[in-house]
């Protein structure tokens, strides 16, 4: 059974940096295209960065230049480095394949990000 489990979130002031992980059991990290989602309260979740299986990046606009995702295919990993975070990133993050598998939709991370 395929288990994405997120972590690396915090309480971070405005213009602070966090490094969010996605451990993943299974070998799908290699054979699929990856993604970070966020929720935010009261929004729909939205994507916030890909990457392909052979490494092509691609960002949403409110994040494009601050946020980078990397893989790992070794250690079945995600990365998402955060850079420069705004009080609008503040979201519970998760990540999954793209397109996503609801099965595979974990607990997420909490990000906040305070004035």
């Known amino acids: 059974q395929v288990q994405l489990v997120e972590s690396g979130g915090g309480l971070v002031q405005a213009g602070g940096s966090l490094r969010l992980s996605c451990a993943v059991s299974?070998?799908?990290?290699?054979?699929?295209?990856m993604g970070w989602y966020r929720q935010a309260p009261g929004k729909q979740r939205e994507s916030v960065a890909a990457?392909?299986?052979?490494?092509?990046?691609n960002y949403a606009g409110p994040v494009k230049g601050r946020f980078t995702i990397c893989r790992d295919n070794a250690k079945n990993t995600v990365y998402l480095q955060m850079n420069s975070l705004k009080p609008e990133d503040t979201a519970v993050y998760y990540c999954?394949?793209?397109?996503?598998?609801?099965?595979?939709w974990g607990q997420g991370t909490q990000v906040t990000v305070s004035l």
């Open positions: 999954n394949t793209v397109p996503s598998v609801p099965a595979f």
């Open positions: 299974g070998s799908i990290v290699s054979d699929n295209a």
């Open positions: 990457i392909s299986r052979f490494g092509a990046t």
